[in-house]
């Protein structure tokens, strides 16, 4: 619904889009993967064919979050009508074998293990994405097993940015890097540039308010999950 290219079938909004950081961490070769997430267009009117008329979106900020488009299913049905419905199922990845892949090579790396070792821990993810088998080694995709610890380090946090985008990974990644409230931060600080930012008018004119309040409202205290209210309820000491 509100993570959907807007005016896709089930009643898609456009209104999360994709941030110029993602997009531009995408290498060329990486095109399918990065096209496939992060659609620069929306959808014209409701699709009623494959192949729908489209209107491009020019600013990257704008750019709509593809990975749940589900134009290519063969019907759409529920409240609402054929093609209209809030309320359609989507399938959402609970564990995915790409992000064990990536745990792996996290846990490899922060283990000291030989590059060679966390790179083939990696690489399966990075030669899906650009449609070679996955044991199938490639100069052009493969990542350099001369990185030394801090590179394999950010190469592997940038990888399950662009590979597990929208998958609501992000967050817990980065508080668990410690790297939360400087990531949005950093954000806030690109979104509000007046020459590269995201555009203060036209049709996602609004998208840069959303985003600079929530990038201000961060602050370190969103390391810590809040104690359940009935916790503090039951515990007054608490």
Known sequence: FYTAIRNSPGGGQGTATVTRKLISSYAVWDSVRCNWNCANFFYTSTPTSFSPPTTTIT?????QVGKWRRI???SFTGIGGVGQ?????TNMPLLRLADVYLMK?????EMDKPAAEVC??????RRRAFKIPTNQANATCDVPVTLNKEQLRQEIRAERMRELCFEGIRKWDQVRWGTYYKDL????VAASDPLTGIPS???????RARLLTACSAV???HFLLPIPTIEMQLNTKL
């Open 105 to 109: 090579a996290e846990a490899l790396n």
């Open 72 to 74: 290519y299913e063969n």
């Open 59 to 63: 600013n990257a900020w704008n750019y």
């Open 185 to 188: 931060v950093d954000i806030g």
């Open 120 to 125: 083939e821990a990696i690489n399966p993810v």
């Open 85 to 89: 419905s809030s309320y359609n199922a």
């Open 219 to 221: 602050s370190p205290k």
């Open 201 to 207: 008018t036209g049709t996602f004119g609004n998208q």
